[in-house]
């Protein structure tokens, strides 16, 4: 079998030469990360969040090392605005990537969502991937992402302007993301992604306080794969839709760890911030992993451990 | 952006905990101003470090001991091969030096001042530079600079050596184009001694260190800046202190 149809998976009729698709926020648009390798040997790209205006996002520092295995970060969505990515960063993408693309898009408010996904409706982007992380201004501060009534409400509004799949980006920081995974779903959504950061915090003892200016942050890293392993497996046993499995995942023993929960294609995070190679190494050692481990197509183990 | 692998030299004591180390590996592109972004064992993210200087492949970094990332580097042999990011940031703006530009260092702000007078030097300008510590023993590359042909005025806070004082102390009201690294507080002083007719090295926590994550992004006059890509030297006027 041709080598590189043995990494292909397809999500919502999109065919992606393999799983892999970097994070939102911690790959920019690709251009610092082109200056290293070829990035479409990427199966996809989730680029950096956008909202509806610029955001300068958060206070100083908001990046920091957590412990050895993770770090924390409140950037708060810094970005250009949904009108500037279109006009520039968007085509500057397209003109030296051919993979798929993924839009992800965060919003403040139900109409901060639907402006902001109607214009990216009309633009070459593959998938729109919903971040329901963000707090509702209308509600308190409370996350979209925290309540099933809340994570359904942005889905079905977000459905009624696109005809791109839409993929709800949902947050572990709740008590049961079965629930808002299945609210999701039966909202419309076509695929879900998960999870996000981990709400987190660490303290600087010299210094006497939080190591980020925003006190708590969204903790990152392998220190989380396992609860996000969890919550994949979780949701992949209670719905229907493609999931994207995202949260601590630095190596190719991880993609399938993540595939075999349920996901369909996986985001890599926080590892391309201390190996810019990581996504590269992966793709290229998944085809000898899967000899070792006699898996002759990725999507022969998709959600292998959930089949009785 | 380049990931190299780099051999240590040499990794030796300074000052108080200030440490030098020379690493043996491929320098090239490497610009006065900017710095690398060193893997440690046992840590997380990487720890970014100036460029104190570049000869015959051999880079030469000083650092200080801030915590456990900087404590393991202090400890690491000879021998031992460091997966290093090089030519990251921006780097100084020689073309504007003029003919007899000021450099001003405090603390770990002295390394990077190093590579840009040796520069300067070699293109002919008459450089000055001043160098502020806290106390005697925490001051390094005094004789270094001076042995570059440079006009050397040391200052520390409680006079246990040369002029006693800040940085400011040593001014002499020229209108000299400048270049500065330092703390945040140094360089605001400088800034309202000296005017904005130079440029400042910016130091923020950084994430990636080259660009992709935005942690490091500080407010401009023109706009929000990455200190580790549209920096970490920027024009003085630009910034907002």
């Known amino acids: ?308 | 952006m380049k990931q190299r692998l780099f051999e240590i030299q040499s990794n030796e004591q300074i000052a108080k905990s200030v440490y030098r180390m020379q690493l043996c590996g491929d320098t090239a592109g490497i610009l006065p101003g900017q710095f690398v972004n060193i893997r440690v064992q046992g840590q997380f993210l990487r720890r970014p470090i100036s460029v104190c200087n570049i000869t015959d492949g051999i880079l030469t970094i000083i650092y200080k001991v801030v915590g456990v990332g900087t404590e393991a580097m202090s400890h690491l042999p000879i021998g031992t091969k460091l997966d290093i990011l090089t030519v990251l940031g921006n780097g100084y703006d020689l073309t504007k030096a003029g003919d007899a530009p000021l450099l001003v260092g405090g603390g770990v702000g002295v390394p990077p001042m190093y590579m840009l007078a040796r520069q300067l030097r070699e293109m002919g300008k008459a450089v000055r530079v001043i160098l502020g510590f806290n106390t005697k023993d925490e001051v390094f590359y005094e004789e270094e600079f001076r042995a570059l042909g440079c006009d050397v005025t040391v200052t520390t806070v409680d006079g246990s050596h040369g002029v006693k004082g800040f940085v400011t102390n040593a001014l002499d009201g020229q209108q000299s184009y400048y270049y500065t690294c330092g703390p945040l507080p140094m360089i605001k002083a400088l800034l309202q001694a000296a005017g904005t007719n130079g440029e400042v090295s910016m130091e923020e926590r950084m994430g990636c260190g080259f660009g992709a994550c935005i942690g490091c992004t500080i407010q401009t006059t023109q706009g929000p800046k990455r200190v580790c890509k549209e920096g970490p030297v920027f024009p003085a006027e630009i910034l907002i202190l």
Do not use: W
């Open chain 1, 1 to 308: 079998m041709n080598m590189n149809n043995r990494l292909q998976i397809s999500l919502s009729g999109i065919t992606l030469a393999n799983p892999i698709i970097p994070a939102s926020g911690t790959y920019g648009f690709g251009d610092e990360f082109a200056e290293l390798y070829d990035i479409n040997c990427l199966g996809g790209i989730s680029f950096k969040g956008t909202t509806r205006e610029a955001r300068y996002g958060n206070p100083l520092p908001r990046i920091a090392e957590c412990g050895n295995y993770g770090m924390i970060n409140a950037v708060g969505l810094q970005n250009p605005g949904v009108e500037h990515v279109i006009a520039h960063e968007l085509p500057r993408l397209k003109s030296h990537y051919n993979g798929c693309i993924v839009a992800n898009v965060s919003g403040f408010s139900v109409q901060d969502y639907v402006e902001t996904c109607a214009l990216l409706d009309k633009e070459p982007i593959d998938i729109l991937e919903v971040n329901i992380s963000c707090p509702n201004v209308h509600n308190g501060g409370m996350a979209f992402g925290t309540s099933p009534e809340a994570a359904a409400e942005v889905t079905a509004a977000v459905k009624a302007v696109t005809t791109k799949p839409v993929y709800m980006k949902l947050s572990p920081n709740v008590t049961d993301i079965v629930a808002i995974a299945k609210a999701c779903e039966a909202a419309g959504a076509d695929g879900l992604c998960l999870i996000n950061t981990v709400l987190g915090m660490r303290i600087d003892i010299r210094r006497r306080r939080p190591v980020i200016a925003n006190r708590y942050g969204g903790y990152s890293g392998a220190g989380i794969f396992p609860l996000a392993l969890r919550m994949v497996n979780q949701v992949a046993r209670a719905t229907n839709l493609p999931i994207i499995g995202c949260g601590g995942v630095s190596s190719a023993e991880d993609v399938i760890e993540m595939m075999m929960a349920g996901a369909t294609a996986v985001e890599i995070g926080a590892a391309n911030l201390t190996n810019p190679m990581v996504a590269k190494e992966i793709i290229d050692r998944l085809p000898t992993l899967m000899d070792e481990l006699k898996i002759d197509k990725l999507t022969d183990i998709i959600g292998i451990v959930n089949h009785e």
